[in-house]
């Protein structure tokens, strides 16, 4: 945009430097010797220095809140009451309205009810007395222990025995066997008891069981139903939009309320490709408030990976806190963010670069003899009415930013050095 202003700029400077031109003719003529009279052009110069410079990148974009909650309601039942009006501020979990309720709070109490019987139920139905075919198993295991028990203490004491020469081998290997076989027994007795009692419970305490399920499922669904009859935020925010009135019956899947929280907010900005390759996460940004003269800090929080197949840009989101709502969602931004600074660059203002006929960049600079030569230059980044000059130009070398257009190359020029803050600040007002 700068090179297109820059470049009306100079199309409009013809006429002036043909006016300079032919003031220099006339006084070029007024003299005896006006044939031997070389013209002297008066020109503006500042030197090329080296200074900081920032790669900016500035695109429009729209506002969007930081979060949005969209809120309908789960059941259809007429609004009964609302308790906030658009532009309200509410927190995360706050009551807004409530939906008619009466046969859904009835319903609940008949559900509350079957759940309670039905858990009684249950309980005196498995408190009951076991089977008696679990009792018989649990007795045989008691005396299958006890025998166990008395096996293994007769078989260590007859192994002392032994031991001592008390008594021979036969008996010994006798009371063995027998201890074999109480174990075998008790593991038989153990395992009957854990079938028993696996598999063992009565069809009563099934029945008694998938009623209790139920009637705890009729509680939960009723006690649901009812709490979906009040309308509560998700978020902190501000409501956006409340689309019903009292009385209204809003269809399932209409929104009541839109919720934004808006304490922070994104942009959402599309930049073209070679730009965003710029750019990187966490980039500062600069947020112009419209009819403000201040800005918002931000930061870039996300860039696509993709390209928009319609307009070929990239997806870039920068965010902001919001403080005092100075921004509304829906609103057209400025936004500007430094991809990446330039510590050491050499620049010259705007108004010393020029195009030649081929599309290629140059400047006019002022030799030892006072001549103006043309020097092509390679640029780089533009800030503001400052460009960086990659290659061509060396600090502290004469660049002429006032009367260079049209100038033969080597033409006698008489220049006025001006500061390089105001050569800069003439071309912006300019």
């Not at 109490?109 to 019987?117: F, K, M, N, T, W």
């Not at 395992?191 to 069981?209: C, N, S």
């Not at 043309?374 to 000059?389: A, D, F, H, K, R």
Request: charged share 15%.
């Amino acid at each position: 945009m700068i090179r297109a202003l820059l470049h009306s700029r100079k199309i409009a400077l013809p006429v002036a430097a043909a006016s300079v031109a032919l003031l220099f003719v006339a006084g070029c003529s007024s003299g005896d010797n006006a044939a031997d009279a070389t013209p002297v052009v008066r020109v503006e110069t500042v030197l090329a220095r080296r200074q900081p410079i920032d790669n900016i990148v500035t695109s429009q974009g729209l506002v969007y809140p930081i979060h949005q909650a969209s809120i309908s309601p789960k059941i259809t039942a007429p609004v009964e009451r609302f308790y906030v009006n658009r532009g309200s501020h509410v927190y995360a979990g706050q009551l807004l309205a409530t939906l008619a309720n009466q046969d859904l709070a009835a319903s609940l109490v008949s559900a509350r009810g079957a759940y309670d019987s039905a858990l009684a139920n249950y309980q005196s139905t498995t408190a009951a007395m076991l089977p008696e075919e679990i009792q018989t198993a649990e007795n045989n295991l008691e005396n299958a222990k006890s025998n166990l028990l008395a096996q293994q203490r007769l078989y260590d004491s007859e192994k002392r025995l032994y031991a001592q020469g008390a008594i021979a081998r036969n008996i010994l290997d006798a009371t063995g066997v027998s201890l074999t076989s109480a174990k075998s027994a008790y593991q038989n007795a153990e395992k009957h008891l854990h079938d028993l009692k696996a598999t063992g419970e009565t069809a009563q305490q099934r029945a008694a069981r998938g009623q209790l399920e139920t009637a705890q499922g009729q509680f939960l669904n009723a006690r649901a139903q009812l709490a979906y009859t009040q309308i509560r935020s998700p978020i902190t925010g501000v409501i956006a939009d409340r689309s019903v009135y009292p009385g209204d019956v809003p269809l399932t899947g209409t929104p009541l309320f839109i919720v934004v929280d808006d304490s922070h907010i994104i942009v959402h900005l599309h930049i073209p490709q070679p730009e965003a390759a710029q750019l990187e996460l966490g980039d500062p940004a600069s947020i112009r408030i419209p009819g403000a003269s201040n800005t918002l800090s931000a930061r870039v929080t996300v860039i696509s990976p993709t390209l928009d197949p319609n307009s070929t840009t990239v997806e870039v989101w920068v965010e902001a806190a919001n403080p005092h709502d100075a921004l509304q969602p829906g609103s057209s931004v400025s936004v500007t963010i430094t991809a990446h600074k330039i510590s050491d660059a050499v620049v010259v203002p705007m108004s010393a670069l020029l195009t030649n006929s081929a599309g290629k960049s140059h400047v006019m600079v002022v030799d030892s003899k006072s001549d103006a030569i043309s020097q092509p230059v390679t640029t780089g980044v533009e800030q503001g009415n400052l460009v960086q000059i990659i290659s061509g130009l060396q600090p502290g070398q004469q660049v002429i930013v006032t009367g260079s257009y049209g100038l033969p190359d080597k033409t006698k020029v008489k220049p006025t050095p001006v500061s390089f803050q105001a050569a800069s600040s003439s071309d912006s007002a300019q």
